[in-house]
């Protein structure tokens, strides 16, 4: 029988990876951003199949070193401004540990009465940081749980969604009508994703266009399609409406939008997956004007909020609706806790059986840097998007493509989209900094999102000098505004 690490074994190599973990932080700055090598590299390096003898753990470091490490992009580096912040933290990366060394299974209160209590209690902490409506709480109808990820949440919701415009039928009946989720054009593929799984097809999902000069989804546009659905035979079912798109953080207002759910019976769900967090912030909760009307909300602390993957933050207004949705409760999950009906079984808030303690790296997080610490993360973020912002602003070769509410920055070289798509290319050779783009209203456009936990002005300011530098090396000057 194979020899089990013993605690004191464990004590010795968990310092040696915890130093390894310390070590490449402190050296992150100094390595490329994005992986130098041509895909397979690293599928190269490694033997043919594991070890037949067990190895040491150093050996592991080594090839960490030596493999793994080359071979990554790294997001938690100071240049890294592509897609939104994945953070983490020392105090994310201990409570992952923490949860890891446990091991407990919190399908159930009763297999984990800490794990989901302390589970509860945090999302309450979460939504009064947030300022989110009361009838997110715990203490009413509502109530928060932890998701994977926002696309799961928004999974769930279109679950809910369905059985409520089913009226009950759909936990027996499935999907017995056409079944409408309205979404705009700027909506995270997701929506499409959740629709697919739960049996509506893509056809089942009504894009919404938007404003052209805000992004943000239309409510007349909104109101006609739910009307012209209606009025064919459809059943409309969730809108989700979107705090901070992914392309260019834009904002749909939901204050205009909640009034037509409303009227219509129609399920809300707002997914605030990046701009979220920006809510601990007072003056940054522009955002939520109107979540009163949304039946549940979500954002990821595992984006801006220096809390590791997986972490999304889902609240329902109505936790029963959740549950009669999806709980299913075979003989072997009977016990006495479940049955006094006194205590909350996470296993139906969620698609999957199984869920890890992901509430202790939330708790660590929350304890360490306290709600002032986590503002001023958010702001630091902020502050250095709205100057790079600047900069763009007064370099006549440069035209800024969105408003920039949060700490991502859409911009591009005006013209056609050729050199912007040079410009990004030879930008991200480099190594030193690492951008993603999108497309809006059709053009090519470079996004630059500051939020990595390392990243400070320096970083920033040395981001524009070497766009602004490419953009030289690349084309003539282009002729001056008059």
Known sequence: MAAHMTPEEFRQAGYAVVDWIADYWATLPQRPVTSQDPPGTVAAGLPAGPPVRGEPVEAVLADLDKLVAPGLTHWQHPGFFGYFPANTSGPSVLGDLVSAGLGVQGMLWATGPACTELETVLLDWLADLLDLPARFRSAGRGGGVIQDSASSATLVATLVALHRAAGGRWRQAGVDRRYRVYASTEAHSSVEKAARIAGLGADGVRLIEVDPATRAMSPAALRAAIEADRAAGAVPALVVATVGTTSTTAVDPLPEIGPICAEHGVFLHVDAAYAGAAAVCPELRFGHAGLEYA???CFDPHKWLLTGFDCDAFWVADAGELVEALTVLPEYLRNAATESGAV??????????????????????????????LREHIRGGVALAAGFADRVRADERFELVADHPYALVCFRLRGPDGPNERLLAAVNATGRIYLTHTRVAGRHTLRLAVGAPQTTQSHVDEAWHLISHTATTLSPPLPRRS
């Open 344 to 373: 909350i079984d996470y296993r139906d808030w969620q698609v999957p059986l199984g869920r890890r303690f992901r509430a202790l790296k939330l708790w660590f997080v929350l304890r360490w840097y306290g709600v002032e610490g």
């Open 295 to 297: 039946d549940s909300y």
